[in-house]
């Protein structure tokens, strides 16, 4: 392909920010975009005709009809602007020739998120800041707790996971990870344990696994009983990593101090919505965010500048990598 030429791709989904840096970043590399706010689905797939790739979000499940009629329109290569694969059957996209790939962007968005959440919950920020919008300004009235003095359990060690512990690292504590396929980085030791033994030791749990069927409901009834008194949960992967209604039990007898939560089981068509004059379907959102110890925010964690200009670049690097090998090859 000669660079007169231009390459057609169909972003979709793409929210002001996102539209803006496509706007921004295409025409450098030579490509001409077809921008849309909706996410792909079945009825606006006519906008992909012409365009061997196309740029989707991550917020809205695509169904084996829309990836149907994205073959039927010429897609070869969807590039999903996220690490997680979870809202597409990437193995049935394979099997009627569609090739799906992640993007990789700054893990320090969501490890500084993380931390955050952490601290959040170690101090009970949520209910200080509720008395003191209140106007009571008396000192809360549980004590606080320092992450030096804490074991923190970090399940899944990708670029992530790796990031939440280095930083880990400046505050001191005691840190146990799990790993399903571990890779050691040098100059990180760290005590790698099997997931039984790191939720009986942990003072609090931090999640950075993808969901997959293996890892849906990870901690589940049995292995949130298995959580120490007075443990604290942040999760900022992915919501059904937990089992919901088990955990809100947990929280609400005081067994459980509390929870910090960037996602949660069922957030598709909540999060990134304005919902304040509609109802909301989801009973353990509605008690999650009833309950003090509980930090609720809406899968937010990645959204920095850094992360949303990596997200838009190698989502065009990697269609304009797959349009290079498939035309050279």
Same mark, same amino acid.
């Given at each position: 392909?000669?660079?007169?030429?231009?390459?057609?791709?169909?972003?979709?989904?793409?929210? #002001?920010?996102?539209?803006?840096?496509?706007?921004?970043?295409?025409?450098?590399?030579?490509? &001409?975009?077809?921008?849309?706010?909706? #996410?792909?689905?079945?009825?606006?797939?006519?906008?992909?005709?012409?365009?061997?790739?196309?740029?989707?979000?991550?917020?809205?499940?695509?169904? /084996?009809?829309?990836?149907?009629?994205?073959?039927?329109?010429?897609?070869?290569?969807?590039?999903?602007?996220?690490?997680?694969?979870?809202?597409?059957?990437?193995?049935?996209?394979?099997?009627?020739?569609?090739?799906?790939?992640?993007?990789?962007?700054?893990?320090?968005?969501?490890?500084?998120?993380?931390?955050?959440?952490?601290?959040?919950?170690?101090?009970?920020?949520?209910?200080?800041?509720?008395?003191?919008?209140? /106007?009571?300004?008396?000192?809360?009235?549980? %004590?606080?707790? +320092?992450?030096? =003095?804490?074991?923190?359990?970090?399940?899944?060690?990708?670029?992530?996971?790796?990031?939440?512990?280095?930083?880990?690292?400046?505050?001191?504590?005691?840190?146990?990870?799990?790993?399903?396929?571990?890779?050691? %980085?040098?100059?990180?030791?760290?005590?790698?344990?099997?997931? =039984? +033994?790191?939720?009986? %030791?942990?003072?609090?749990?931090?999640?950075?696994? #993808?969901?997959?069927? &293996?890892? /849906?409901?990870?901690?589940?009834? &049995?292995?949130?009983? &298995?959580?120490?008194?007075?443990?604290?949960?942040?999760?900022?992967? %992915?919501?059904?990593?937990? =089992?919901?209604?088990?955990?809100?039990? $947990?929280?609400?007898?005081?067994?459980?101090?509390?929870?910090?939560?960037?996602?949660?089981?069922? +957030? +598709?068509?909540?999060?990134?919505?304005?919902?304040?004059?509609?109802?909301?379907?989801?009973?353990?959102?509605?008690?999650? $965010?009833?309950?003090?110890?509980?930090?609720?925010?809406?899968?937010?964690?990645?959204?920095?500048?850094?992360?949303?200009?990596?997200?838009?670049?190698?989502?065009?690097?990697?269609?304009?990598?797959?349009?290079?090998?498939?035309?050279?090859?």
């Amino acid at each position: 392909m000669t660079h007169s030429e231009s390459t057609r791709i169909t972003m979709y989904g793409c929210g #002001p920010d996102e539209a803006v840096l496509f706007r921004e970043l295409a025409p450098g590399l030579g490509v &001409q975009p077809t921008i849309t706010d909706a #996410p792909v689905s079945e009825d606006n797939t006519e906008l992909a005709v012409g365009s061997r790739c196309i740029s989707v979000g991550h917020k809205t499940p695509i169904t /084996h009809a829309t990836l149907g009629a994205l073959g039927r329109a010429g897609v070869g290569y969807i590039s999903t602007r996220s690490i997680g694969y979870d809202h597409i059957d990437v193995e049935y996209a394979a099997s009627i020739g569609i090739v799906v790939e992640n993007v990789s962007y700054s893990p320090d968005s969501v490890a500084d998120y993380t931390l955050m959440l952490m601290l959040m919950a170690v101090r009970d920020a949520k209910s200080i800041v509720r008395r003191t919008d209140m /106007h009571d300004y008396r000192p809360s009235d549980a %004590r606080g707790k +320092e992450l030096r =003095d804490l074991t923190v359990g970090v399940i899944g060690t990708g670029r992530i996971g790796a990031a939440v512990m280095d930083r880990l690292r400046g505050f001191g504590c005691r840190v146990l990870a799990h790993d399903s396929s571990p890779v050691d %980085r040098p100059g990180n030791p760290v005590e790698r344990v099997p997931l =039984d +033994e790191l939720l009986r %030791r942990s003072d609090l749990v931090t999640l950075h696994v #993808p969901l997959t069927a &293996q890892t /849906h409901h990870l901690l589940n009834r &049995q292995r949130l009983a &298995q959580l120490k008194n007075g443990a604290l949960i942040v999760n900022t992967a %992915r919501g059904a990593l937990i =089992d919901t209604e088990a955990l809100v039990r $947990q929280l609400e007898s005081g067994r459980l101090s509390g929870a910090a939560l960037d996602v949660i089981e069922g +957030e +598709e068509g909540i999060f990134y919505a304005d919902c304040r004059d509609r109802p909301i379907e989801s009973k353990g959102l509605l008690r999650l $965010q009833e309950l003090p110890n509980a930090v609720i925010s809406p899968h937010t964690a990645y959204y920095t500048d850094r992360a949303l200009r990596d997200t838009v670049e190698n989502s065009l690097a990697n269609c304009l990598t797959f349009e290079s090998r498939n035309h050279h090859g």
